[in-house]
T-cell receptor, first 117, second 112 residues
């Protein structure tokens, strides 16, 4: 079964550094998402991406965050200047091989654990 | 504002018992209600989902019960097994808005 893959599985960085989290969504999916989860707490929506542009973002997704789909397969999340409170599990998800399939399931990757020291 | 309220926060069930997790929502525009299962170190995985035109959906040992008037839905795990031990999240979504609103999660432990 196709799956969403994320790299790296664990990233440690110093406060103020830039990090790029990488994701390869399922190949025929059209909608891409980043979510984060702080220490086993609830899953928080960050951003959704469709047709090469952001379709929605949360208040968490401020100017320090950006997303990109550089080559048609990868989907990246960049944090420009990391803060301690950015430490979390970051999950990429994809869905929607069909148009108007708004209740098609989200497929999640296994996440990248980001630790900011 | 917590739009999807999930309870209990944690649950311990004996093997063979029934696990019940409840969620309540506020937005009457929500029309898609999935449950996700998450094992440690893994991403959430869709377990079962329901739309509000039915009151119950069953897939194997997992059942969603939906009460539209009360704006509540629940997950029932029949014959709970130790392998069901995981965190369960309810979620909701409205119409063409693909953003899921998540509950806070329930940590289920099934004792052998």
């Amino acid at each position: 079964e196709p799956e969403v893959t994320q790299t790296p599985s664990h990233q440690v960085t110093q406060m103020g550094q830039e990090v790029i989290l990488r994701c390869v969504p399922i190949s025929n999916h059209l909608y891409f998402y980043w979510y984060r989860q702080i220490l086993g707490q609830k899953v928080e929506f960050l951003v959704s991406f469709y047709n090469n542009e952001i379709s929605e973002k949360s208040e968490i997704f401020d100017d320090q965050f950006s997303v990109e789909r550089p080559d048609g397969s990868n989907f990246t999340l960049k944090i420009r200047s990391t803060k301690l409170e950015d430490s979390a599990m970051y999950f990429c998800a994809s869905t929607g091989g069909e148009v108007r399939s708004y209740n098609s399931p989200l497929h999640f990757g296994n996440g990248t654990r980001l630790t900011v020291t | 504002q917590q739009q999807v309220k999930q309870s209990p926060q944690s649950l311990i069930v004996q093997k063979g018992g029934i696990s019940i997790i409840n969620c309540a929502y506020e937005n009457t525009a929500f029309d898609y209600f999935p449950w996700y299962q998450q094992f440690p170190g893994k991403g959430p995985a869709l377990l079962i989902a329901i739309r509000p035109d039915v009151s119950e959906k069953k897939e194997g040992r997992f059942t969603i019960s939906f009460n539209k008037s009360a704006k509540q839905f629940s997950l029932h795990i029949m014959d709970s097994q130790p392998g069901d031990s995981a965190t369960y999240f309810c979620a909701s979504r409205a119409g063409n808005n693909r953003k899921l609103i998540w509950g806070l999660g329930t940590s289920l432990a099934v004792n052998p």
